[in-house]
């Protein structure tokens, strides 16, 4: 099975409320890596940011799954803007990532996909495309991962809208709780 995961990113100091707390990364890892198992993982499609994303992709490691990220642009501009800005120990997790799946021919970046908040937009729906393309190629079906903590806080919540497009595509969509 492939997933196409999508989720929080840690919450900044003092956030309110909390989404993803950075004392949560440890109980969300364990549940997102039950997950993967339990449902019989073989792939893993996500992006790379601090928080879900890159708790999936070192999970999905564990098990030896294949990994494969998008960017919505290239991974020095998008380090500054969903990794180091972040509480937490990411960056350095993000790079062996990086490297990892670009040597595999794993790592799809986005062009032309306009500013930050047009560009997180499309890359909503292209890590479901690429699961789909990934699912066709393998002969597997595609199921969606949302982390989160269950409730959409704004109008351009882009969580909850992976969500919403998984669902608009007739695709399986499992929640694992961030609280």
């Known amino acids: 099975m492939v997933f196409a995961l999508a989720g929080r990113r840690i919450d900044p100091p003092g956030a309110v409320p909390p989404r993803f707390p950075l004392a949560q990364v440890e109980i969300v ?24 994303d890159l708790l999936a992709q070192a999970e999905a490691e564990k098990l030896g799954l294949r990994r494969r990220v998008v960017l919505p642009f290239q991974r020095e501009r998008f380090i500054e803007s969903s990794v180091a800005d972040r509480p937490g120990d990411w960056v350095l997790l993000y790079n062996q990532l990086l490297d990892s ?78 609280l």
């Open 101 to 178: 799946v670009s040597a595999s021919g794993d790592l799809v970046v986005l062009e032309g996909a306009g500013g930050d908040t047009e560009a997180y937009i499309v890359l909503t729906g292209a890590i479901l495309d690429q699961a789909q393309a990934l699912g066709s190629e393998l002969y597997l079906p595609v199921t969606a991962v949302l982390v989160w903590d269950g409730t959409s806080h704004k109008e351009n919540d882009l969580t909850a809208a992976f969500g919403d497009e998984a669902r608009r595509r007739g695709l399986r969509l499992i929640e694992v709780m961030t």
């Open 29 to 52: 890892a364990h549940r997102i890596g039950m997950v993967l198992k339990s449902e019989g993982a073989t792939a893993l499609v996500s992006s790379a940011a601090s928080g879900a």
